[in-house]
């Protein structure tokens, strides 16, 4: 008889595992017991059976090739039996048993195992507001979740809907729900979207876009209560009130560590702890997926990171470890993408916010530019904000968004973050570069060598918030926009004390300006500003004076008079 | 007065390091001197322009906001003189001086440098083939050779084009000479298309798809002369004859190191020989761009890789180093991309024939597979080989091809290589993942855990290759196709020795199969043979008689059935 393995969870670890270590060992004998009614399916694609691009919730259990990921599938296929309707209700760790009870008729018994895993996956958070057992009012996790939802949208008394939560489902509900005709609104209680990935000036422009799709977000602004009779009817917030058919609650996932916390097995507050053989501190237990603490590799820090990609390889690891291998995962980048309403947001590594919590000195650059050469007329605008450490010169994290292609620059970065990388082997990477695809000069070649000459005292350059606290304070300097005064009649600052030099001037009349004040330069992206700004000080302007601009007017999310 | 910095050629590196020493060191007296009427323009586009992607021609010399990059810009805007139509002539390196000729009067005269840039480019190949001067046989690497072959194309006597060379340049070039209108041969003296990127096996696909848009490919076949009557009329090859109106001849670049070579600086077959700080032999002369040998960072060899980003990097570095930096390029990883007639091109690193030619031995894996996930509409093939060093697993090259996404995986392989990275590092890096984007496992990942698999000794695959030339020799061995009857139906191999059992009945019919033969397993992209092989050993079978057939039916170039 072979080695009894258990696992619990039938979602993407479990499965996973169990498959991996039956090819391994064909010897051993592997059950997973999943507490829902469906196993192994792609539940990130949820809101796109919402929206209509994955036809049938059934496609998300299918193999590529159409077969149904069931448990007959699992027992002629992968050798792995499979019990559904099945919770895991406690392990008798000195015995070595899994207590499982059917959800249908409460029956009990006991697993014997040799090797547990525990792959429970995550919840969605459900905060004690009052009213939030209301009818209506909708998670977004499982494939019965989404079929739910489906339903609901369709059978809503109203076009009213709220999304709890700027998070990634929560956005990523929006197209499904804008397509079905719902007025939307999103209520966010930190000050701006997808706060756990972005910088807030990288959020403004993807604000901007939800914004301009005709959704109401309301960002620094909390749930009150949920209001309605017997079904919803409104959100009550901290500022205001919202007519509500239908809500989607959809503010973060927890990890379900119950059952290892109550097994005496360690736990943090993201999860159950694990080593880097995914081996909890149990030696007979493995966890992995959803309910586990990731480390974060950029900080080296407990991070909590629930992400498909992640269980997946998770799961090979423990099934190799399950058949005795000796193989390890030693950690993620906190990469993300996703696309919102036709905008791309991908992120990975931390932020310049998560960067200074550590801690850290930075240097970052902020690069919006065309994702192709300007001259190729699909090219489209991604912006780019770079993170580095100051005195190492190591990458620390990439943001990117825009209408632009993101994938191509946020997997490369999270590779080189993989190998510890600093931005001057970034500016050495040989990116691919065709026209159609990339300019001769990649978007995240171009990011390194703005944070190199930064670091190399080519350039001092201001964020647009400490720009705009200048103003505030009312401090005395002044803004030399060096654009054609074509594209000045586009766009351009709101304020008194721009300078207008186009580039090509600025040699001949540096001696117009002024050389007690603060300078600060800038153009479309801030390129042209840089010319300035070296001009500037061959010019003989001191150098302390003279300022860029970061990312230049397409990255100044504050006001704008633009005409386009 | 500031040193005097001389650079030869106009187009990317040279004009990059002028502006960039410039920026560094004001005072330095920078002067281009270009043979050509333009300067700094994106010869890459060329294809775009002569297809319509790029409007106008004009559009290749502009910055992004339209302002042309002529002469009064790089003296108002850059602070560098430039002398266009004017050609380096020869080098004192004693007297420290070029001669230039103007190539309109031809009025010479001598200009002193402390240090000189060669960034003199490449020229195409025009072997001696009789006929070559012929009217109307074009090549394409200036502005002017676009803006000519553009007029040749809408002046041709009839609609009969040839292309010299299945190359990037020759292929690029099929999507323009098509939407003219014209019937096009494509005539490569290597066997297959893209011979410099690509292995044969990955070419095949590329191959059908060019053939099936209509175009006429003759591989391994070669140029004997081109006839007509003042005028190209005929292309006559090795092993045919065809009509053609206009012929592009396209079949590389060399690099133009005349100039260096008769100064008695170092140069090879591959160009101008240069350190990590881009100088050459003459410590007071550095080369860069298409001129220059460059350093495979894979192999640790010389290689001749004429690329504009690397141009591009090559003018920065340069600048650096002329301004008393020292900064260093380390080299290339031989990354490339490409769309031919909507089919996308990858490659970085080596592919398995260099490999082999470089006495390594390799591992490798064939992955066709979707490039999102499957139950996405938007989804689209792409096939990957990858190629790693057997007793290390170091990554050494991987090549993409299909119509779905190619850039993002062949950017990450490009960072992974930089790194010296593993497949186990390959598989560990935190890629994006969301369905609009990418697999939870994304297909690089997948190919790695391919040649996991087979490093660990899970699995034993043949090459389609190596099973084409089983079935030539006749030898006795039998196909398990696993694949449902639907599949079946769709696409099969034509081969006898075919049994048919689909995966999910394998366990229970394992005993039909013989024991004393070799089988060889096989699904439509081999996971499930894969998953074949792995039950056929747990069942007893001998493993030394158990294999797979890398890549499954579709990667299988040779014969098969289709009713699609």
Known sequence: MGRKIVVIGGVACGPKAACRVKRLDPSAEVVIVEKGEEISYGACGLPFYLEGEVPDVKDLTTTPVGVVRDVNFFKAVKGVDVLLNTEAVSIDRKKKEVTVRNVKDGAEEALPYDKLVIATGSSPVRPPIPGIDLEGIHCLKTLSDGVELKKAMEQAPGKNAVVVGAGLIGLECLEPLLKAGFNVHVVEK??????????????????????????????????????????????????????????????????????????????????????????????????????????????????????????????????????????????????GVCNILGFNVARTGITERDARNEGMEVLTSLCPA????????????????????????????????????????????????????????????????????????????????????????????????????????????????????????????????????????????????????????????????????????????NPGKVWLLDGGIVAWPYEKIVNM
Chains 1, 2 share one sequence.
């Open 370 to 541: 065309p994702d192709k050469p300007h001259y190729m007329k699909g090219s489209k605008l991604i912006h780019m904000k770079m993170v580095a450490e100051k005195h190492t010169g190591r990458l620390l994290g990439v943001q990117i968004l825009g209408p632009g292609e993101v994938l191509s620059r946020i997997d490369t970065a999270a590779a080189l973050l993989k190998s510890g990388a600093t931005i001057d082997d970034c500016f050495e990477t040989d990116m691919a570069y065709a026209p159609p695809f990339s300019p001769a000069l990649d978007n995240l070649i171009v990011a390194a060598n703005v944070i190199q000459n930064k670091r190399d005292g080519l350039v001092r350059a201001y964020t647009p918030a400490e720009v705009k606290e200048k103003l505030d304070r009312g401090e005395d300097f002044v803004f030399l926009d060096v654009r054609t005064p074509k594209e000045l009649e586009q766009m351009r600052l709101p304020y008194e004390n721009v300078i207008h030099i186009p580039l090509g001037m600025v040699r001949k009349k540096a001696q117009e300006l002024p050389r007690d004040k603060e300078i600060i330069c800038l153009c479309k992206i801030s390129l042209r500003g840089y010319e300035a700004a070296r001009i500037l000080e061959a010019e003989g302007f």
């Open 190 to 335: 930190l000050p701006f979207a997808l706060p756990a990935l972005l910088d807030e000036e990288m959020a403004v422009p993807l604000m901007k876009h939800i914004t301009s799709k005709g959704v109401m977000l309301h960002c620094g602004d909390g749930v009150a209560s949920f209001e309605g009779d017997g079904r919803v009817q409104r959100v009550v917030t901290e500022k205001t009130e919202i007519a509500a058919d239908l809500v989607l609650l959809a503010i973060g996932f927890r990890p379900n560590a119950g059952i290892a916390k109550d097994a005496g097995i360690d736990t943090g507050r993201m999860g159950i702890k694990v080593d880097a053989h995914l081996r909890t501190s149990d030696p007979d237990i493995y966890a992995g997926g959803d309910c586990v603490e990731s480390y974060n590799l950029v900080t080296g820090r407990s991070i909590y990171a629930p992400m498909g990609s992640t269980a997946n390889k998770h799961g090979r690891i423990i099934g190799d470890n399950l058949a005795g291998w000796n193989s390890t995962f030693l950690g993620v980048c906190g990469t």
